[in-house]
């Protein structure tokens, strides 16, 4: 650089600014600088990040910064203090350890890790040894176990809970009071609390906050009745399980054992307190069954707000709260939560034990059936609940299918003595509106002006409704169970239709809206030849089976919205009462095994609808068919966790768009009659078996663009008496780990008609050989098992299909709206993909016509 | 500056130790004043965000141990942002039973106006987080610089004068002030690339 107007080199530039550059070249270059915007932007560029830059002026405001910020950085310092002091606690209660291990050497448990340590003492992991199954060890506390009252008490409470079998309490496998330490042997559960789950900030969604909630209930309902109180309903105790999703309830009594120890936890960690109900800070002994009700409600609250509403920053202050104020009303907190559910914790978290729920199964039964339960007029319409609505509801109607409802009706009204009432009164109400708009909306369609503000026409038309003479002949014609001038004369006065207290709309066929539902029982069985069932919202709980009988329902989602129904049966509970009245009816008791969720003896077509069965403690289908009945599905989902499948039927059906899974079964069971088709088109079939065929009668199967991920997409159960069943496939995906075809073990001709072209096999093992040389278009399927195909890569079974089908890339594939694989399986799958090369083949396939019925 | 500072990654392991305090004092010297400020930008009150700074950083000290570093870029800031976002819609629940005062519901009405957007309360964090890079940095480097030096850099850059106004007053030339900022800021940037690696 020789000139004061020549622009510096990157090199001298850096030099200059670190001050490597020295002497009269650093001053030309200064001099240079300071004549040169783009030098001098250059500099600036090679110093600080941009966005670093522009806080820089920031700095001024420095000085005007709060006095305050000193101290909160001093105080900041000294939290430090205590986490050494919460280190040495730490410390203290790993010392039990090797105190410990021998003991449990001896008892044959071998420890593999501590997973907690609290108050009350520790937990391991261990392996016991003589059925090689993980347990978890609770060790009480030395300081706990030293006071022999409460090492009694411990022993008591857990030998109490031990005789409590329940699918969501803990199972206890052992206790022990030899010396030094009592302890006692649970279930392992894979996963986290869900204390831990609500810490790791990740939200739970309202349809996995209804579960949870309702299966605590059930946990605790089965503990209440063998007199066992928890006393200590916190997330920190339930545990959820990694692999089934259950809900478990832990630490049965043990508070009680343990005395006041929770109180005596130090500083901010105060977990405890806050959940606990006030009558229980006056004394444990007020405490009863009541008061894990309450902590229930603090459970479900914080579900959905994160924390215990009466979490404060000191034990005292968290104390104060939970004994005087009341928190602000769930729906205030979260708006999205739908009012009957903000009711129904409110009322968990009353202050007075007998103004919540009674019992644990009222909640359960109310958490199911997703109804408002507060007895507060929160539509302003409940103004005066008829004292016995339950038997005018219930003495109406004739088929075999109203008194089965009706029965189902009864015993609910028994076990929950003080809620049916109101929840009846409810659904009265919401009858009313229904038919009201039902005038408003004939009024519409009679009148000259159809396109009429719709708006203003639903409300003026409410108004007027009460005078118009017409109702009762149109309502007569929409109710078929109950007479509308009895309901009319229950209601009080009429408030808006809310979407989420009635979430199911009546249409009739011209597209007028007749009124809505709070539930799809009512729904369908009120609607109107030829109209439709519109569905909005998004969660839905179904409780109970909803039939279909000799009428034509069709469902779809109201526009932008997404249906889901969850089934969580309530058939456990109903039971006892199921027997209370078998002498009064005349029909066959409810058979459960003839109950789906959703039964169809007439036709039934749906659109758009999402079903899930969660649970595994449900063996039936979500969809049942029987032989005269239809059903058509379109871009449904229905996904099955149970061992029930999600289709049985004993007719055809039609699927267009659909995605059917069933983790433990087989997504579809066909036992349809002689020479009826049933017919797939796009569709992705995944789970177990992914369709059944079953029955004496030869049946015929249609797919068309179809995907199938399971061991075996297609399983014949019966030997057909009018020959093999048929399948035409064509372009479709099976993406097998066992077989394409499987036949059971008592099926003895092990013969399918298999017709099609531009199919994909793929898959682990096995491909379909024709031995047969061809038999009148018949083939002889066996299986033949590949060792390897080199030529195919591996794939990890969690795979997107879309890149499956990638990879094999067929054009003629246009599967749509193709989901992840990895959503539709449930859990970690065997990774049989992994060991196991995929072998492809299309040319196995036969090009026939298609098999006529 | 008699010893150098720590790398981010050798504070934040550091901070795993329980017995080094030192470590505690300076990761609490850096991050308080900006959840202070975070909490303050969310309407919340001085008290309530002094209240925060104490919850955030008892987290911090409680879960610390369970944050793998990863020097992937910004982990660690938007690790720190989840937890003091957390902590304070925490402290908004158990505040809104009884609000006091305006701040409250400000920052309540805040928050809802931002709670569908996480990417503006995100971006919000950012900045602050530059802004507490920079505030940092700038109070550690700045003995290691003359008066002269410093004016020219502060009048200039912070200030936001002209160079020539700033040229005159200090009796130097444009060139030496231009000088004089780029090795202020030069400085500061290597000041936080020992503590923020993706500077």
């Known amino acids: 650089m020789n000139r004061t107007d020549e622009c510096l080199d990157d090199c001298d530039l850096t030099d200059l600014i670190s001050g490597a550059l020295t002497g009269p070249d650093a001053e030309r270059a200064t001099a240079h600088v300071g004549a040169c915007p783009r030098c001098q932007r250059r500099m600036e560029n090679a110093t600080l990040a941009n966005q670093l830059a522009t806080q820089l002026p920031s700095l001024n405001e420095a000085k005007t910064e709060s006095v305050v910020l000193d101290d909160v950085i001093a105080e900041a310092k000294s939290l430090r203090v205590q986490r050494e002091s919460s280190s040495v606690a730490a410390a203290q209660a790993e010392t039990i350890t090797p105190f410990n291990t021998e003991v449990f050497t001896e008892d044959g448990y071998e420890l593999i890790e501590t997973i907690g340590q609290g108050g009350m003492g520790v937990v391991y992991k261990a392996r016991e040894r003589s059925l090689d199954r993980l347990v978890a060890i609770k060790v009480l506390a030395p300081t706990v176990a030293n006071d022999s009252a409460a090492g009694q008490r411990f022993l008591r409470e857990a030998r109490t809970a031990a005789s409590v079998v329940h699918p969501n309490i803990i199972t206890i496998h052992a206790v022990s009071d030899k010396p030094p330490l009592p302890y006692l042997v649970m279930e392992y559960v894979e996963g986290v609390s869900l204390q831990q789950q609500l810490d790791s900030g990740s939200p739970i969604s309202f349809a996995n906050t209804i579960r949870i909630g309702r299966q605590m209930a059930a946990g605790l309902d089965a503990a209440h009745q063998n007199g066992l109180v928890h006393r200590d309903i916190k997330p920190a105790n339930i545990l959820l399980n990694a692999r089934t999703g259950k809900v478990l309830l832990s630490d049965f009594g043990l508070a009680l054992a343990t005395g006041s120890s929770r109180y005596t936890s130090s500083g901010t960690l105060v977990g405890t307190a806050a959940y606990v109900a006030p009558e229980t800070l006056e004394g444990s002994s007020l405490a009863d069954h009541r008061s894990d009700l309450y902590g229930l409600g603090v459970v479900l609250y914080a579900m959905c707000s994160g924390d215990s509403p009466f979490q404060a920053d000191t034990l005292l202050a968290t104390i104060r709260r939970v004994a005087a104020s009341d928190p602000p009303p769930l729906m205030e907190v979260r708006h999205d939560v739908p009012p009957w559910f903000s009711h129904l914790v409110m009322r968990l978290l009353d202050k007075e034990p007998d103004a919540r729920f009674q019992t644990a199964a009222e909640v359960h039964v109310a958490l199911g059936q997703g109804q408002d339960v507060s007895g507060s007029a929160s539509t302003g319409t409940r103004s005066d609940p008829p004292s016995t609505p339950a038997s005018i509801k219930l003495d109406t109607g004739a088929s075999a299918l109203n008194r089965r409802r009706r029965k189902r009706d009864r015993s609910t009204a028994h076990m929950v003595i003080g809620v049916v009432g109101l929840l009846v009164a409810a659904g009265l109400v919401l009858g009313v509106s229904f038919l009201v708009s039902t005038n408003g909306s004939s009024d519409r369609v009679a009148g000259t002006n159809a396109n009429a503000d719709q708006a203003e026409s639903d409300s003026s038309s409410r108004e007027r409704s009460a005078a118009k003479p017409d109702r009762d002949s149109l309502a007569k014609s929409l109710y078929k169970a109950s007479p509308p001038t009895e309901k009319l004369a229950l209601a009080g006065p009429l408030g808006p239709t809310r979407d989420d207290l009635a979430p199911f709309a009546c249409f009739a066929s011209d597209g007028s809206r007749l009124g809505s539902f709070a539930d799809l029982e009512d729904a369908v069985e009120n609607q109107p030849e030829g109209g439709w069932i519109e569905i909005s919202g998004h969660l839905h709980v179904i409780s109970t089976p909803v039939f279909v009988e000799d009428s034509y329902v069709s469902i779809r989602a109201a526009q932008d919205a997404k249906p889901v129904f969850v089934f969580d049966p309530v058939a456990d509970l109903d039971d006892p009462f199921d027997e209370e009245f078998d002498d009064e009816d005349d029909f066959d008791d409810d058979d459960p095994d003839d109950e789906a969720m959703l039964n169809v003896v007439g036709h039934l077509a749906m659109r758009g609808i999402e079903i899930r069965v969660d649970t595994d403690d449900w063996e039936l289908p979500i969809i049942r068919v029987e032989p005269d009945g239809t059903l058509e599905l379109t871009k449904c989902v229905l996904s099955s966790m149970s061992p029930g499948c999600c289709v049985a039927s004993q007719a055809g059906v039609t699927l267009n768009e659909c995605q059917i899974h069933a983790s433990a079964s087989a997504a579809i069971e066909l036992e349809a009659a002689d020479g009826v088709t049933s017919v797939l088109r796009d569709c992705w079939v995944s789970g177990l078996i992914g369709i059944e065929l079953s029955g004496e009668e030869r049946q015929t199967l249609l797919l068309d663009h179809c995907a199938f991920a399971c061991e075996q997409s297609i399983r014949v159960y019966d030997d057909q008496e009018d020959g093999p069943p048929a399948v035409r496939s064509d372009a479709s995906l099976f993406f097998n780990f066992e077989s394409v075809v499987g036949f059971d073990d008592e099926v003895e001709s092990r013969e399918l008609r298999w017709t099609g072209s531009g199919n994909v096999y793929a898959g682990s093992v096995t491909r379909m050989v024709d031995e047969s040389g061809g038999d009148g278009g018949f083939a002889r399927w066996t299986v033949r098992t590949r060792e390897s195909d080199a030529q195919y890569a591996r794939y990890p079974f969690q795979e997107d299909l879309n890149s499956v089908l990638r990879r094999f890339d067929n054009p003629s594939f246009r599967l749509s709206e193709v989901g992840l694989l990895s959503d539709l399986v449930a859990g970690p799958r065997r990774d049989v993909l992994s060991s196991e090369p995929l072998s492809v083949s299309n040319r196995n396939d036969q090009v026939d016509d298609v098999p006529g019925p | ?199």
Not at chain 2, 23 to 36: D, G, K, T
Not at chain 2, 61 to 84: E, H, M, Q, T
């Open chain 2, 1 to 199: 500056m008699s010893e150098a500072a720590p790398t981010r990654a050798s504070l934040l392991l550091r901070l795993r130790d329980q017995a080094d305090a030192e470590a505690w004092s300076q990761f609490v010297e850096i991050y308080s004043p900006l959840i202070f400020r975070f909490a303050r930008r969310c309407h919340l009150q001085e008290s309530d965000a002094a209240d925060l700074v104490q919850e955030v950083m008892f987290e911090v000290a409680k879960s610390i141990a369970k944050f793998d570093y990863d020097p992937k870029l910004g982990r660690f800031r938007s690790w720190l942002y989840r937890v003091a976002k957390r902590t304070m819609s925490r402290v908004q629940r158990k505040q809104s039973p009884e609000p006091r005062g305006v701040g409250d519901t400000e920052s309540l009405r805040f928050l809802a106006s931002v709670a569908d957007d996480n990417n503006a309360l995100e971006e919000l964090w950012d900045q602050e987080y530059q802004r507490q890079l920079i505030h940092w940095a700038a109070a550690q480097i700045r003995n290691q610089f003359q008066e002269a030096t410093w004016q020219a850099f502060w009048l200039t850059a912070v200030e936001e004068q002209a160079s020539q106004v700033v040229a005159d007053r200090l009796g130097l030339s444009v060139g030496s002030v231009y000088v004089a900022k780029s090795r202020v800021m030069k400085r500061i940037s290597e000041k936080i690339r020992e503590i923020d690696e993706s500077h």
